[in-house]
């Protein structure tokens, strides 16, 4: 077996481990990474960065469905062939082009699965790789969903890998992937169905704008079954056959199970270094330690923070262990995280929820929005748009803010800017905006 010893080794090559690697081995380190599936992780090769590209292409065929008789004579078609070509060339050639950069800096690579031996090496293949500190960087993989003919039922990994989207697709899980994957397949003429086990989807975002989404893609056509308990999946030859409780009963060509993630760590032997861990992940405190190895450190979604399962955090979280392996001290605090759910329209959130506000009224006041007529809305026949603003009673700061429109990635982000700088709505009267744009409408919202 050979031996191999350096001053941290980082197991998973995604965003976060790929932000540790390249910073600890700027500053001087001897540095490792492992990955035993493709260099370059979740996000760019099977989440966010491939998902976008659909999204991209359902943004141009909705579009132009809404202005159909408006100047746009016929709405577009979604060529499912020619898409996944296109999202392949944003994805084909990252494994081989993040293992050269890492070679090209320095920074020793190891493919294979990673054992921990001890708190202070690990085995990979016939490799022992012994290190001073250690990171985990694993990410998350989909969860599986337990029932009888599981092996019927694919992965938003699959999802994004058809050659081919078949007739009728059914989407297992209320959360993000589904919604955004059935916008997606509702776009390309597809029957599209979400099964969701409770009546209460998108539980992180506001209740009273998830109702208005879940009403709007009702109306596009998407097929709702909340409060519907899936007990067995049959191959009926040409179908799929779902059956639930109380008599549910689906046929459709493709099931793809969306029901959560969750990190992995089933093949790292964490008992070893007697590393703690939870369904949430790997337990770690303010610096990302591990608690019981203060060399050994855990970020992104294998690790169980208080963080988002967003690569905009996970790529923070990496940014601050590294830090601390090269020689830190630096305790993780989060700013407030804007997330967005990628459908038509695009559902936002950032900071406390209504229900919070509501819970202090002495201390917030909530501002409702209905935008759907406004300027921005209807140059593109929007259906719905719609906002609400959190502010700090006494100071007029931002505190939270909650957006359902097909600009609310570009207003939640703008909001994030005025979260972080203290800024409030009324300071922005001063602030000359290029007309028309989202952005202009902000100061509308005070």
């Not at 899936?230 to 799929?240: A, D």
């Not at 700013?335 to 950032?350: C, E, Q, R, Y």
């Not at 359902?404 to 939640?412: F, N, P, V």
């Amino acid at each position: 077996m050979a031996k191999f010893t350096y001053d941290v080794v980082i197991i998973g090559s995604g965003a976060s481990g790929t932000t540790v690697a390249f910073e600890a081995q700027a500053a001087g380190l001897k540095v490792a990474i492992v990955e035993e599936r493709s260099w370059g992780g979740t996000c760019v090769l099977r989440g966010c960065d491939p998902k976008k590209v659909l999204v991209g292409a359902r943004e141009a065929r909705n579009l132009s469905t809404r202005l159909r008789g408006k100047g746009i004579k016929q709405a577009a078609t979604i060529s499912w062939t020619d898409l996944m070509a296109f999202k392949e060339t944003f994805v084909e050639n990252v494994p081989e082009s993040r293992l050269e950069n890492f070679q090209e800096a320095g920074i020793e690579t190891f493919f294979g699965a990673a054992s921990i031996q001890d708190s202070h090496s690990l085995q990979v293949g016939d490799d022992l790789i012994q290190a001073n500190k250690i990171v985990i960087a694993t990410g998350a993989t989909p969860s599986t969903l337990k029932v009888e003919g599981q092996e019927y039922i694919q992965t938003s990994d699959d999802f994004l890998s058809l050659e081919k989207l078949p007739d009728s697709v059914v989407f297992i899980g209320g959360g993000y992937i589904s919604f955004e994957f059935a916008s997606i397949a509702l776009a390309t003429g597809r029957e599209v169905h979400i099964i969701h086990h409770n009546s209460e989807p998108l539980k992180k975002f506001d209740p009273d704008f998830v109702a208005a989404l879940v009403s709007n893609m009702k109306e596009e056509g998407i097929h709702f079954h909340f409060d519907t308990d899936i007990t067995k999946v049959e191959n009926k030859g040409e179908k799929l056959h779902i059956h639930g409780k109380d008599g549910f009963s689906l046929q459709t060509d493709l099931i793809i199970g969306a029901t959560g993630r969750k990190p992995n760590i089933a093949h790292l032997s964490l008992e070893n270094a007697n590393i703690d861990y939870t369904k949430k992940g790997i337990i770690v405190n303010e610096k990302l330690q591990t608690t019981n190895n203060p060399h050994i450190y855990a970020c992104g979604d294998v690790a169980a923070t208080k963080g988002a399962p967003l690569t905009p955090v996970v790529s923070m979280e990496a940014a601050f262990v590294a830090k601390n392996v090269i020689g830190g001290d630096e305790k993780m605090i989060y700013p407030a995280i804007p997330s967005v759910v990628f459908t038509s329209p695009k559902l936002a959130s950032i900071g406390i929820s209504a229900e919070e506000a509501k819970a202090h009224p002495e201390k917030y006041q909530i501002k409702n929005h209905d935008t759907t007529n406004w300027y921005t809305y209807k140059r593109t026949n929007e259906q719905i748009a719609l906002a609400k603003i959190i502010e700090d009673r006494e100071s007029g700061q931002i505190k939270g803010a909650h957006f359902l429109s097909e600009e609310a990635d570009y207003m939640i982000n703008y909001v994030a800017i005025l979260m972080k700088a203290n800024l409030t709505l009324s300071d922005l009267q001063s602030v000359i905006f290029a007309y028309p744009s989202p952005a202009s409408d902000l100061t509308a919202l005070n």
